[in-house]
């Protein structure tokens, strides 16, 4: 399936989590943020956040700034 | 007095540094990190960003010992409270930490604050616990309403943003440390250390600045240069200025002069 990641389409497995989608990247959870469809998803809940085709997500972190 | 026994709290937080700094600019990440030690301080500002999806490039938190620091999550970018209030519940998210500066932006060009949507966002903020630090316009009355809202401190500008113009109203700032009883910071606008010292001098709890340190010519130089200046302005500030007099006062005795 395919769902909208930071803008950009990805394709990811049929019945992936939040947690397979960052594992699939290699992005470390500890630092960043998800948004799925505007809304946080909370650390917790990265493996149990299925998602489905089409979703928005976002996933953001710290970078300089003032 | 001493450094150590005058702390400035922020949201129940002790700190000892009232020079904060922002993390953007920067030649390199090692820069950041040599300019934030010299510096001294201990809130340094970060922005939220989406993630960089080729990971073989660093981050900036490779280089920040966040035992260290306290980060503050900016909303730089922001120009409705809808946009603020999410990025700060990402920020949050992000940082497991409820400190925010707040900033929503009017205009491009001048990077002033849309004090309206300001207000807006900082009410919603506030009543989810956050720790909310706005950077507003040197308006005595946008910062009382922030106050009455709960922010935990007041930013005014002292000039735009990466102007490097300096305290361009202190008078509006000697108002506003008056009428406030928050912690009130100087956000923006200061261009050299005597400008730190200036709005240290007026009693301001503290100065937040990014580019007068990132943009100088030796950053690192500079860091310690302002980290100086804030400390010798508010022991300064402290101490108590004397008068000023139009007409000389003499420093040497009168008496005893030889004839």
Known sequence: MKIILNGESLETVEGASVETVLKQLGISRERVAVELNTDIVPKADYEKQLLSDGDKIEIVHFVGGG | ?259
Do not use: H
């Open chain 2, 1 to 259: 007095m001493t450094q150590t026994s005058d702390k400035l709290i922020i949201g129940g937080r002790e700190f000892t540094s009232r020079l904060m700094v922002g993390t953007g600019k920067y030649a390199s990440f090692e820069q950041t990190a040599q300019a934030l030690e010299m510096s001294g301080a201990e809130i340094i500002t970060v922005a939220v960003r989406r993630v960089n999806l080729d990971r073989s490039k660093e981050s900036l938190l490779d280089y920040i010992d966040l035992k260290k620091y306290t980060l503050l999550p900016n909303t730089a970018g922001c120009y409705t409270a809808d946009d603020a209030v999410r990025t700060c519940r990402l920020a949050r998210e992000a940082g497991m930490s409820d400190f925010v500066k707040l900033e929503v932006l009017g205009d491009e060009k001048t990077l002033f604050p849309d004090n309206e949507e300001l207000l807006k966002a900082a009410k919603i903020l506030v009543a989810e616990g956050f720790t909310v630090l706005p950077y507003c316009s040197d308006d005595v009355i946008v910062c009382k309403k922030l106050e009455d809202l709960g922010c935990a401190a007041v930013m005014p500008l002292g000039a735009p943003i990466g102007s490097g113009l300096g305290i361009r109203n202190p008078y509006n700032i000697r108002i506003i440390l008056e009428n406030v009883s928050v912690p009130v910071i100087v956000d923006a606008g200061v261009g050299s250390a005597s400008d730190a010292a200036i709005a240290m001098e007026l009693g301001c709890a503290g100065v937040l600045m990014n580019t007068a340190i990132a943009g100088a010519q030796d950053p690192i130089a500079m860091a310690e240069a302002m980290k100086l200046a804030v400390i010798a302005g508010r022991l300064s500030f402290k101490a108590g200025r004397i008068p000023r007099k139009l007409y000389a006062n003499a420093s040497s005795p009168l008496d005893g002069l030889i004839n």
